[in-house]
């Protein structure tokens, strides 16, 4: 799936016109996450559909969702915005900036410096970066690209050997464990408290995907994670902001830092 996505991704490119830009307030995700409302920081996705789930929901509204998220206390918001496989969109993004005040993370498949320059441009504060879409030195040019930008990455991994090849290049400030197997599609928490031990203690730790419960946020806090990346539990929840006090099991808002 993900070397389809890349090919897509590919042919984007070469016909990608840059927007205008978006004239927005940016803020850090990496201080966001750090200076947590809760006891484990949260990420909470805007994502319509996915290719392992296909449309989670159907009355999609990014920029209510984003609202009910910030106010339910989310530290950050990731929005989709590829279109071919999630149903994303960088207008999403650029509304979404738009009305929140929590910084705002692109998630799509990034392995072009115009890629980083467009998510300059519709307003994001940080994107993900996916180790396996790209040889690692071109990770690592893509990761100093964009903070000469003054954008922010999460640098994500799915599994031990990726983990290795990174940290072999270099030690990202945020690195994310997704739990999903994106060639399978399988998620696993086992695959966050077998890689955890690995990531540096300088880096803040977030794991990705299949967190649905607070039993799960707690298992991967355990683990060592100091936040967690979450789409389709919160994005099938009627009201979403409702849905984050459901999944921290009724913790209030506090401040941790
Ligand atoms: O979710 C997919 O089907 C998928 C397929 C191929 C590449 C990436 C994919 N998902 C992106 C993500 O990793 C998730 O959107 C994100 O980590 C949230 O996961 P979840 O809470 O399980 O929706």
Do not use: W
């Not at 994107?127 to 903070?147: G, N, R």
């Amino acid at each position: 799936m993900l070397k389809k996505i890349i090919e897509t991704k590919k042919k984007e490119i070469e016909i990608l016109e840059l927007p205008n830009q978006v004239e927005v307030t940016n803020y850090s995700l990496y201080k966001a996450l750090k200076n947590k409302n809760r006891s484990v920081g949260l990420i909470a996705e805007v994502k319509k559909a996915s290719p392992s789930k296909g449309v989670i929901r159907e009355h999609f509204d990014p920029v209510q969702i984003a609202k009910e998220y910030e106010k339910g206390g989310a530290d950050a918001i990731s929005v989709l915005t590829d279109v071919s496989y999630f149903q994303g969109s960088s207008d999403y993004l650029s509304a979404i900036k738009k009305v929140v005040n929590i910084p705002v993370m692109r998630k799509d498949f990034i392995i072009d410096k115009k890629q980083v320059d467009e998510t300059v441009l519709i307003g994001a504060d940080a994107m993900l970066l996916i180790v396996d879409t790209v040889p690692i030195k071109q990770l690592k040019d893509l990761y100093d690209y964009a903070y000469e930008k003054k954008l922010e990455c999460l640098v994500e991994v799915h599994s031990k050997q990726e983990l290795e090849e990174l940290l072999n290049e270099f030690t990202p400030k945020m690195i994310g464990i997704n739990n999903r197997n994106l060639k399978t599609f399988e998620t696993s928490l086992q695959q966050t408290v077998e890689m955890s031990r690995m990531i540096p203690e300088q880096s803040l730790f977030v794991s990705e995907s299949g967190i649905f419960t607070k039993a799960d946020i707690d298992l991967v806090q355990r683990a060592g994670a100091s936040a967690v990346l979450v789409g389709e539990s919160l994005m099938r929840e009627e009201n979403t902001n409702e849905g984050i006090l459901t999944l921290f099991g009724g913790e209030s808002i506090g401040s941790f830092s």
